[in-house]
């Protein structure tokens, strides 16, 4: 059965066939915000406190040797939070879920579990030269697929129906082209580092730092969905 015709229609267990049963957003986006928790908490146990010896004298010294932790967990904590803002956003948009919606946002999850790893690697290496090209490397292709899974689950989302029907088509095929040209920069920038290393991380940041700029606000053909606990 297809989707309803009404927008404004209560969805039904039905709605999208070959998926087992149609579900609402609540139990995906508890899930995913489970893992964004664990994952964006991770990164601080790898920042170790230095023991203090005698009177402490060269405590703070200590301190400062410890800075790759440091920028690993800064560094980590960015590019999880800035998805999760993101995230919270797309869930506001969705309205549905189902198989292929849920297998494509679990990979996306699967990497931002992950994505702490190349992180602390690429931190870590900064004190030892020869490492630093390929840790840039291993980084710069983890958040090229970091992006690409955004992308797919974003494209299944959208391609099954799981997005709100009363949103403007126009809207949603600008938000596809934003979200396709970031994460073709981000898969430039994963080839490049291979070529010049400096030139591939640094566009890989300024991928995420891309995530900094607001989403569009929705725009809806028919009147829009009160926020939950104000109708």
């Known amino acids: 059965m297809s989707t309803p015709l009404d927008p404004q229609a209560p969805v039904r267990r039905d709605d999208h066939e070959g998926e087992g049963a149609t579900r609402g957003t609540s139990r995906m986006e508890a899930f995913a915000d489970g893992v964004f928790a664990i994952a964006f908490t991770l990164p601080i146990f790898n920042v170790a406190l230095p023991s203090l010896q005698g009177s402490g004298a060269g405590f703070g010294a200590r301190l400062l040797e410890g800075w790759p932790e440091n920028l690993n967990y800064l560094l980590a904590s960015m590019v999880i939070g800035l998805y999760w803002v993101h995230h919270h956003f797309s869930g506001a948009i969705y309205r549905t879920t189902g198989h292929y919606f849920l297998l494509a946002t679990v990979l996306f999850l699967t990497?931002?579990?992950?994505?702490?790893?190349?992180?602390r690697a690429f931190t870590e290496?900064?004190?030892?030269?020869?490492?630093v090209p390929d840790s840039a490397a291993f980084l710069s292709?983890?958040?090229?697929?970091t992006s690409l899974t955004w992308l797919l689950k974003w494209t299944v989302g959208?391609?099954?129906?799981?997005?709100?029907?009363?949103?403007?088509p126009a809207y949603l095929a600008r938000l596809t082209r934003r979200y396709r040209a970031i994460t073709a920069w981000n898969v430039l920038a994963a080839v490049l580092v291979w070529l010049w290393w400096p030139v591939g991380i640094?566009?890989?940041?300024?991928?995420?730092?891309?995530k900094?700029?607001?989403p569009e606000t929705p725009r809806y053909l028919t009147e829009a969905p009160v926020i939950e606990g104000e109708g």
């Open 111 to 119: 990497m931002i579990g992950y994505i702490a790893f190349p992180v």
């Open 125 to 131: 290496s900064l004190l030892h030269a020869e490492a």
């Open 141 to 145: 292709c983890s958040l090229a697929l």
């Open 158 to 168: 959208n391609a099954h129906g799981h997005v709100d029907s009363r949103l403007d």
């Open 202 to 210: 640094t566009m890989s940041w300024m991928g995420v730092l891309a």
């Open 212 to 214: 900094l700029q607001p």
